[in-house]
Protein backbone atom coordinates (compact mmCIF):
# COMPACT_ATOMS: atom_id res chain seq x y z
CA UNK A 1 0.00 0.00 0.00
CA UNK A 2 1.24 3.68 -0.81
CA UNK A 3 1.16 6.42 1.98
CA UNK A 4 -1.32 8.27 -0.49
CA UNK A 5 -4.06 5.65 -0.67
CA UNK A 6 -4.30 4.99 2.92
CA UNK A 7 -8.12 4.48 3.44
CA UNK A 8 -8.58 3.89 -0.01
CA UNK A 9 -10.07 1.49 -1.56
CA UNK A 10 -10.17 -0.61 -5.10
CA UNK A 11 -12.66 0.49 -7.49
CA UNK A 12 -14.01 -2.39 -9.39
CA UNK A 13 -17.49 -4.19 -10.95
CA UNK A 14 -19.76 -3.40 -8.89
CA UNK A 15 -18.35 -0.75 -6.49
CA UNK A 16 -20.94 2.40 -5.74
CA UNK A 17 -23.79 0.23 -7.64
CA UNK A 18 -27.28 0.44 -6.85
CA UNK A 19 -26.95 3.10 -4.23
CA UNK A 20 -24.49 0.54 -2.00
CA UNK A 21 -22.50 1.99 0.49
CA UNK A 22 -19.83 4.78 -1.03
CA UNK A 23 -16.60 3.20 -0.85
CA UNK A 24 -13.05 5.02 0.71
CA UNK A 25 -13.70 7.47 3.95
CA UNK A 26 -15.70 9.63 2.12
CA UNK A 27 -19.47 8.64 2.91
CA UNK A 28 -22.67 10.74 2.25
CA UNK A 29 -19.58 14.14 2.09
CA UNK A 30 -18.00 12.83 5.70
CA UNK A 31 -14.16 12.00 5.73
CA UNK A 32 -14.06 8.60 7.86
CA UNK A 33 -13.42 8.67 11.72
CA UNK A 34 -10.66 6.07 11.63
CA UNK A 35 -9.05 7.68 8.46
CA UNK A 36 -9.17 11.42 10.45
CA UNK A 37 -7.35 9.96 13.35
CA UNK A 38 -4.76 8.30 11.03
CA UNK A 39 -3.97 11.54 9.39
CA UNK A 40 -4.12 13.29 13.39
CA UNK A 41 -1.50 10.43 14.01
CA UNK A 42 0.55 11.23 11.03
CA UNK A 43 0.36 15.39 11.45
CA UNK A 44 1.66 14.57 15.25
CA UNK A 45 4.58 12.90 14.21
CA UNK A 46 5.18 15.75 11.72
CA UNK A 47 5.48 18.27 14.30
CA UNK A 48 7.61 15.92 16.59
CA UNK A 49 10.20 15.66 12.76
CA UNK A 50 9.90 19.48 12.52
CA UNK A 51 10.58 20.23 16.48
CA UNK A 52 13.61 16.96 16.03
CA UNK A 53 15.03 18.96 12.70
CA UNK A 54 14.95 22.84 14.80
CA UNK A 55 16.62 20.48 17.89
CA UNK A 56 19.42 18.89 15.68
CA UNK A 57 20.59 21.79 14.03
CA UNK A 58 18.97 20.91 10.65
CA UNK A 59 20.62 17.20 10.24
CA UNK A 60 20.35 15.81 6.51
CA UNK A 61 18.44 12.16 7.79
CA UNK A 62 15.97 14.26 9.75
CA UNK A 63 15.25 16.73 7.77
CA UNK A 64 14.79 14.28 4.79
CA UNK A 65 12.59 12.09 7.05
CA UNK A 66 10.07 15.54 8.13
CA UNK A 67 10.40 16.43 3.87
CA UNK A 68 9.36 13.29 2.81
CA UNK A 69 6.38 13.26 5.39
CA UNK A 70 4.98 16.50 4.69
CA UNK A 71 5.09 15.17 1.41
CA UNK A 72 3.43 12.33 1.53
CA UNK A 73 0.99 13.55 3.79
CA UNK A 74 -0.46 16.35 1.48
CA UNK A 75 -0.42 14.23 -1.12
CA UNK A 76 -2.85 11.81 0.86
CA UNK A 77 -5.00 14.86 2.46
CA UNK A 78 -5.30 16.28 -1.18
CA UNK A 79 -6.44 13.27 -2.76
CA UNK A 80 -9.55 13.32 -0.08
CA UNK A 81 -10.08 16.60 -0.57
CA UNK A 82 -8.70 18.09 2.44
CA UNK A 83 -7.34 21.11 0.45
CA UNK A 84 -6.34 23.19 3.38
CA UNK A 85 -4.66 20.04 6.02
CA UNK A 86 -2.87 19.36 2.66
CA UNK A 87 -1.75 23.22 1.97
CA UNK A 88 0.01 23.38 5.16
CA UNK A 89 1.60 20.07 4.87
CA UNK A 90 2.50 21.13 1.44
CA UNK A 91 4.18 24.40 3.22
CA UNK A 92 6.01 22.14 6.01
CA UNK A 93 7.48 20.35 2.95
CA UNK A 94 8.58 23.38 1.50
CA UNK A 95 10.56 24.47 4.55
CA UNK A 96 12.16 21.34 4.75
CA UNK A 97 13.54 21.59 1.99
CA UNK A 98 15.81 24.24 3.17
CA UNK A 99 19.62 23.47 3.02
CA UNK A 100 21.00 23.50 6.29
CA UNK A 101 23.22 26.55 5.22
CA UNK A 102 19.79 28.54 4.30
CA UNK A 103 17.89 27.60 7.25
CA UNK A 104 20.29 27.59 10.36
CA UNK A 105 20.36 32.06 9.48
CA UNK A 106 16.66 32.01 9.97
CA UNK A 107 16.48 29.21 12.33
CA UNK A 108 14.01 30.73 15.10
CA UNK A 109 11.77 32.42 12.18
CA UNK A 110 11.40 28.77 10.57
CA UNK A 111 10.66 27.24 14.38
CA UNK A 112 7.90 29.85 15.12
CA UNK A 113 6.69 29.22 11.07
CA UNK A 114 6.24 25.43 11.48
CA UNK A 115 4.74 25.58 14.90
CA UNK A 116 1.88 28.26 13.28
CA UNK A 117 1.28 25.31 11.34
CA UNK A 118 0.87 23.03 12.91
CA UNK A 119 -1.34 24.67 15.02
CA UNK A 120 -3.38 25.79 11.94
CA UNK A 121 -3.59 22.02 10.95
CA UNK A 122 -4.56 20.47 14.16
CA UNK A 123 -7.59 23.34 14.12
CA UNK A 124 -8.77 22.15 10.99
CA UNK A 125 -8.63 18.56 11.57
CA UNK A 126 -10.82 19.57 14.62
CA UNK A 127 -12.81 20.53 12.87
CA UNK A 128 -13.33 18.14 10.12
CA UNK A 129 -13.59 15.70 13.14
CA UNK A 130 -16.34 17.52 14.10
CA UNK A 131 -18.54 17.43 10.69
CA UNK A 132 -17.34 14.48 9.79
CA UNK A 133 -18.45 12.78 12.71
CA UNK A 134 -21.30 15.49 13.57
Not at 10 to 30: I, L, S, T
Not at 58 to 73: F, G, M, Q
Amino acid sequence: MVHGDVGRRPKGKGAGAMGAEEEGPMAEGKMSGAYLSLIAVAVSELRRDTQLLVDSGWAEPVRRRAHELASTLAEACDRQGMKDVAARCRSVANLARLSKADALPIEAALKEKFEALHRETEKLLATQFKQGLG
